[in-house]
């Protein structure tokens, strides 16, 4: 199974911006679609975004479209998340992970989908307003 290790976060203040990291391990994941989720003190874990294997193809959640932009590099077995124009409701603990495709990604937070990696220690994210 694929190992995941986040990193990145930190604090933030509001629309302020942070890079996370998150390195695969374990086997190449160039194709598969790589995605961020995060899970805010009291909530369930939640979709952020996800990117096809080639970078061509992303999702987001609305929450977070036109604030956040996902980006890979195959050569490194990492995906990037660049969080920017930061709320105080981005707080969480952002976690990555792998599967098939964009969507289902999107419908592993659902049950519809189960992801391919182990779930890493995640990186704290936490925005000051």
């Known amino acids: 199974q694929v190992q995941l290790v986040e990193s990145g976060g930190g604090l933030a203040q509001a629309g302020g911006s942070l890079r996370l990291s998150c390195a695969a391990s374990?086997?190449?994941?160039?194709?598969?679609?790589m995605g961020w989720f995060r899970q805010a003190p009291g909530k369930e874990r939640e979709f952020v975004a996800a990117i096809g294997w080639s970078g061509s193809a992303t999702r987001y959640a609305d929450s977070v479209k036109g604030r956040f932009i996902i980006s890979r590099d195959n050569a490194k077995n990492t995906v990037y998340l660049h969080l920017n124009t930061l709320k105080s409701e981005d707080t969480a603990v952002y976690y990555c992970?792998?599967?098939?495709?964009?969507?289902?990604?999107?419908?592993?937070?659902?049950?519809?989908?189960?992801?391919?990696?182990?779930w890493g220690q995640g990186t704290q994210v936490t925005v000051s307003s």
């Open positions: 992970n792998v599967g098939a495709s964009t969507m289902h990604l999107v419908r592993a937070m659902d049950g519809g989908q189960k992801v391919f990696g182990s």
């Open positions: 374990g086997r190449t994941v160039s194709n598969d679609a």
